[in-house]
Structure formats: structure tokens, C-alpha cells
């Protein structure tokens, strides 16, 4: 079992920043996938970004405005996020699986925070 920690979302302006952690408790990210996912209000979950084994994922969306990183202990997994526009705003999750080739879909983690909520405001 995996428990996951989040930290970090809240209100910011349109072309903002902020910055989402997360962090397994008790143990580091080493031999996981993990990625972020959103959901705003009426829609489905959607993939945000990942980091795959040392390669990385992004939605077209967020693609050249967020950037997932592993800090060098590979404890903590971050999201950092520039540019917020108004359509970012959702509750945000991090997510983690096992290492190996699968999809980014929702349904290929096993493990997940409780969501953050990030409000971008126009």
C-alpha cells in the first residue's frame, strides 16, 4: 500500500503560478509511475502529466506551461504549473502505480492523494 501526500494548490490569478507536491509516506518514488490528474466540475478525470520510469508526459494542454519533476531523493514529485489559465482550475490528484508499460489513463493507477484544489481566477 501506497499513501500518498499532497501539498500545495489555491487561488491564483490568470498567468499565475503555483506549485502541487507530492510525497509517498514512508518510502520514496523509486521502481513508480506518477502522475497528475484533474477534474473540474461536470467533467471527467483527465491525465495532466507523468513521469514515466526518467521520461516525462504532458497532456497538449499544459504542454510548454507545467513541468512534473522528481527531486533528486526521488521522495517528492512535483507540479509546477506557469501560465494558470482560467480552464486549469479543477481539484487536482497525484496518482502512482508500479513501473512498467502501460497507459496514461487513470484507470492504469492504483494509487491515489486526496485531491488539491487549484482555482484559477480570470
Known amino acids: 500500500q501506497v499513501t500518498l501526500v499532497v501539498s500545495g494548490g489555491g487561488l491564483v490569478q490568470a498567468g499565475g503560478s503555483l506549485r502541487l507536491s507530492c510525497a509517498a509516506s514512508?518510502?520514496?518514488?523509486?521502481?513508480?509511475?506518477v502522475a497528475w490528474f484533474r477534474q473540474a466540475p461536470g467533467k471527467e478525470r483527465e491525465f495532466v502529466a507523468a513521469?514515466?520510469?526518467?521520461?516525462?508526459d504532458y497532456a497538449d494542454s499544459v504542454k510548454g506551461r507545467f513541468t512534473i519533476s522528481r527531486d533528486n531523493g526521488d521522495i517528492t514529485v512535483h507540479l509546477q504549473m506557469n501560465s494558470l489559465e482560467s480552464e486549469d482550475t479543477a481539484v487536482y490528484f497525484c496518482?502512482?502505480?508500479?513501473?512498467?508499460?502501460?497507459?496514461?489513463?487513470?484507470?492504469?493507477?492504483?494509487?491515489w492523494g486526496p485531491g488539491t484544489q487549484v482555482t484559477v481566477s480570470s
Open positions: 496518482a502512482a502505480r508500479v513501473s512498467r508499460p502501460r497507459p496514461n489513463s487513470w484507470s492504469y493507477y492504483d494509487y
Open positions: 513521469t514515466v520510469g526518467w521520461s516525462f
Open positions: 514512508g518510502r520514496t518514488f523509486s521502481g513508480y509511475d
